[in-house]
């Protein structure tokens, strides 16, 4: 560690020398304004010395110099001062020192006042250390987070774009979607759909999509059976997830007559919204997917159908679990009611945008706790 001091006064100069030197700091010494600036700049010092009166200036202005000098180093300012008026010591404190000691001044006291300016400056440095490695880390982050968003954003865009049959509604609570949701029509005809929610949320939920979205377009392209796919699906997961780590899920295939098959597990109900304003439930009866392993899994599905004016909703917990600012859970009735309500409109894009309005305001200024994923489906 390096000490400046500043004295147009010999003997104080020699005694600051040997004072400092005792605690092992090395020393430069100066006797006027310019060779002062010079020295600073040349000698880097992490603690300066200086008095009120120096030739060829004056110390006052001299350490606002030296404190513009500084620029982000922290540089304790210590005024050895032969004036000791309340009215010198407040311009001292004005003009940026951080210490003011009258002349002739006792040693001892010197010797604490800059022990205790050392230790300043050894913090303030390894917070500077850590901060710049910090910084380091979290640009680091960045660049993985945005290296993640393009894969996983490239894939998801074989996704069906929303249409008259098809709308996707994700709503991250984090900058990554710990939900999925995936649908595409098979070569013959019949669309397949996944609805996933990962345990958790943000990028640690996100670690399955991958592997979960290329299983899931192979089987499209394959025109896997249903069943096998989530045996496929539960197989990925366990074998890349960790225990405490699951995905629960729907998956569907909707015939062109409006006939579907579907495996559900660890989701709330799936609910089809009638013509007729009626709600009718789909159980999600199995386990999540990546809990059991391929011998304990269930792959078998269940049957129902979609009219002419039906609407299948797949959501995910973030939508029955989403709070407002008094702490109220949004709940399995509102949003019953909620999907009786919306998806009687005829146009299913405007219905599942007036969906994401009302839960937007049930929300106001409540941070959301989930991510929030809704698929809407509709024959031809």
Same mark, same amino acid.
């Given at each position: 560690m390096k000490?400046?001091c500043?004295?147009?006064e010999?003997?104080y100069?020699?005694?600051l020398?040997?004072?400092a030197?005792?605690?092992?700091?090395n020393?430069?010494?100066?006797a006027?304004?310019?060779?002062?600036?010079?020295?600073f700049k040349d000698?880097v010092?992490?603690i300066?010395t200086?008095?009120?009166i120096?030739?060829?200036g004056n110390g006052?202005?001299?350490?606002k110099?030296?404190?513009?000098?500084s620029?982000?180093?922290?540089?304790?300012?210590?005024?050895?001062?032969s004036h000791t008026?309340?009215?010198?010591?407040d311009?001292?404190?004005h003009?940026g020192?951080?210490?003011?000691?009258?002349?002739?001044f006792?040693?001892?006291l010197?010797?604490?006042?800059?022990?205790t300016?050392?230790?300043h400056?050894?913090?303030?440095?390894e917070m500077y250390?850590?901060n710049k490695a910090?910084?380091?880390?979290?640009?680091?982050?960045?660049?993985?987070h945005?290296m993640a968003h393009?894969?996983?954003?490239h894939?998801?865009?074989?996704?069906?774009?929303n249409s008259d049959?098809v709308?996707?509604?994700?709503i991250?609570?984090?900058s990554f979607n710990?939900?999925?949701?995936l649908?595409?029509?098979r070569a013959?005809?019949?669309r397949?759909a996944?609805?996933?929610d990962?345990?958790?949320?943000g990028l640690?939920?996100?670690?399955?999509?991958?592997?979960v979205?290329?299983?899931?377009?192979?089987?499209?392209d394959?025109?896997?059976s249903?069943?096998?796919l989530?045996i496929?699906?539960?197989?990925t997961l366990?074998?890349?997830?960790?225990?405490?780590m699951?995905?629960?899920?729907?998956l569907i %295939?909707?015939s062109p007559?409006?006939?579907? =098959?579907y495996? +559900?597990?660890?989701?709330?109900d *799936?609910m $089809?919204?009638?013509?007729?304003?009626?709600l009718?439930?789909l159980?999600?009866?199995?386990m999540?997917l990546?809990?059991?392993?391929?011998?304990?899994?269930?792959p078998?599905l269940?049957?129902?159908q979609l009219k002419?004016?039906?609407t299948?909703?797949?959501l995910?917990?973030g939508? %029955?679990?989403?709070k407002?600012?008094?702490? =109220?859970?949004? +709940?399995?009735e509102?949003?019953k *009611?909620? $999907?009786?309500?919306s998806?009687?409109?005829k146009?299913l894009?405007r219905a599942?945008?007036?969906?994401e309005?009302v839960?937007?305001e049930y929300?106001?200024?409540?941070?959301?706790?989930?991510?929030i994923?809704?698929?809407a489906?509709r024959?031809e």
């Amino acid at each position: 560690m390096k000490l400046l001091c500043i004295d147009s006064e010999p003997v104080y100069r020699d005694i600051l020398t040997l004072c400092a030197e005792r605690e092992g700091l090395n020393v430069k010494t100066v006797a006027s304004y310019h060779e002062a600036i010079d020295a600073f700049k040349d000698f880097v010092p992490d603690i300066v010395t200086l008095d009120v009166i120096i030739k060829g200036g004056n110390g006052l202005e001299l350490v606002k110099k030296l404190k513009n000098l500084s620029g982000s180093r922290f540089v304790p300012m210590l005024f050895l001062a032969s004036h000791t008026s309340d009215s010198v010591m407040d311009q001292c404190f004005h003009s940026g020192a951080d210490d003011f000691l009258p002349k002739p001044f006792d040693e001892m006291l010197f010797n604490i006042r800059l022990k205790t300016h050392m230790r300043h400056v050894a913090l303030v440095k390894e917070m500077y250390k850590k901060n710049k490695a910090l910084t380091f880390f979290q640009t680091m982050i960045e660049r993985e987070h945005e290296m993640a968003h393009q894969v996983l954003d490239h894939i998801q865009t074989r996704s069906e774009k929303n249409s008259d049959q098809v709308v996707i509604t994700r709503i991250a609570a984090a900058s990554f979607n710990g939900d999925l949701a995936l649908v595409k029509t098979r070569a013959d005809g019949a669309r397949l759909a996944f609805v996933g929610d990962f345990t958790g949320h943000g990028l640690p939920a996100s670690i399955g999509a991958l592997p979960v979205m290329q299983t899931f377009f192979d089987a499209v392209d394959d025109l896997t059976s249903l069943s096998e796919l989530a045996i496929k699906i539960n197989k990925t997961l366990n074998s890349i997830l960790p225990d405490y780590m699951f995905c629960a899920g729907y998956l569907i %295939l909707l015939s062109p007559d409006g006939h579907f =098959n579907y495996w +559900g597990g660890g989701m709330p109900d *799936a609910m $089809i919204r009638r013509s007729s304003g009626e709600l009718d439930c789909l159980k999600s009866r199995h386990m999540p997917l990546g809990v059991q392993s391929t011998c304990e899994f269930d792959p078998s599905l269940e049957r129902n159908q979609l009219k002419a004016g039906d609407t299948l909703v797949i959501l995910s917990d973030g939508v %029955l679990e989403l709070k407002n600012t008094e702490g =109220n859970m949004y +709940g399995e009735e509102q949003v019953k *009611a909620l $999907i009786k309500m919306s998806y009687g409109d005829k146009n299913l894009m405007r219905a599942q945008t007036r969906t994401e309005r009302v839960l937007e305001e049930y929300l106001g200024d409540a941070v959301q706790l989930d991510d929030i994923t809704l698929v809407a489906l509709r024959t031809e």
